[in-house]
């Protein structure tokens, strides 16, 4: 009896031993990226500096730190602006091409654009990321398309994420996508979709910042009340998940696109690197993120899904 309580004893002990190490793993910090923009409340209104203790944030549901919190002035932080247009559109969107190409022309110094067209499931650049607005505009072209020849923009986003133009990780990467975000593999809104979520994953790990304008596709299938509302709840999923934001007019085409282009440089010039540690499981994983912010001038607009990296990966 004496030999048989020992063992359960040391038994015990050992148990208790290795629980820390448990414990320690389990309670890794990883490092994390997100941009955020920051934006008055009222429609004239402006915002003064925000300090990083005005937010309150949380990964995965759990109490995050801000590490770093720094304004994205044009000086000193580079855009690659990539316009992704669906070859598929209506050729009405011709007539938007005044102010898109206005937008392009206005864009500081410090921005790089380009313009891909949405075809067969991949991102077909049609020129390559500039600051020169005339070789830009050199790609800007009425579709040659036909109904559903994007494929899906879905599977053109993941593309574009996964072959991003660039090797440069200090830019920020922000995409702008013009479609009726129908996705032709699933005509119905399913939160759920397989290629909308593989796109924002995709997105997340690329590192992009989405948004979107809605714009009719060519064609009788995606155009009833049913389809368009299932493409335009899809794009703001995307957008929402990665910190952009989405445009549209009812169920129809915009009148114009000038008021959503000026929103979106407003947007660029209000940005913030958020830089923050949480918990992590020792490993890269793409996590929920909640932020809050404490400024009753100004709200926030902040991805709803990031990329935490281990400690480790963090520091290479």
Sequence with gaps: MKKLGLSIALTATA????????????DQMGQ???????????????????P????KLKVNGKDSTVTNFTPLAEANSPIELVLLLDSGSRTSLGSEFSEIEAFVKEMPPNTKMAIAYMDAGRAAFSSQLSSNAAD?????HLSAGFPGSNASPYFCLSDLAKNWPSHDRTARREVLMITDGVDNYDRRYDPDDPYVTTAINDSVRGGLIVYSIYWKDMGRANNSWYESNAGQNLLLTVTQATGG??????LGNPVSL?????????????????????PSNGKPEIESMKVDLKVPSAKVASPQKVLVTGAATARE
């Design 15 to 26: 148990i208790f031993a290795v629980c820390p190490a448990f414990a320690q793993k389990n």
């Design 32 to 50: 994390g990226r997100a941009v955020v923009t920051i934006l008055p409340s009222a429609k004239n209104g402006t915002v003064s500096q925000v």
């Design 245 to 250: 934001n989405s445009y549209w007019e009812g």
């Design 258 to 278: 000038q008021p959503f282009l000026q929103d979106l440089r407003r947007r660029l010039n209000n940005q913030y690197e958020l830089n923050f540690t949480a």
């Design 52 to 55: 990083a203790q005005s937010l």
């Design 136 to 140: 830009v505009l050199k790609g800007l």
